[in-house]
């Protein structure tokens, strides 16, 4: 449920300004193929673009699970 929800006592404001090239390709292919596995890489890219959210890198560092409709990457691709 967290990494569809997230944390719903800690709302997180997303910059959009974190909504790199980079990032949203590989929000996109994380959300094509279920690869779950890249949410690391997304974290480096989103550290990158100067996001520094304890719980949106945390989130994508942790070890899971983690399931299509993940909140962080949603932030990214812009859905609600």
Same mark, same amino acid.
């Given at each position: 449920? $967290?990494?569809v929800f997230g944390n719903p006592f $800690? !709302?997180? %404001?997303?910059?959009p300004a974190? $909504?790199?090239s980079t990032a949203? /390709?590989?929000a996109e292919g994380i959300y094509a193929d279920r %690869?779950?596995?890249r949410l690391l890489i997304l =974290?480096? =890219?989103l550290q990158d673009a100067g996001c /520094?959210? %304890?719980d949106i890198l945390g989130h994508c560092r942790g070890t /899971? !699970?983690?399931v299509r409709g993940c909140w962080v990457v949603d932030l990214v691709l812009g859905k609600s």
């Open positions: 449920m $967290r990494c $800690r !709302p997180v %404001a997303f910059s974190w $909504r790199t949203v /390709g590989l %690869a779950f596995d =974290a480096d =890219a /520094g959210d %304890a /899971g !699970p983690h």
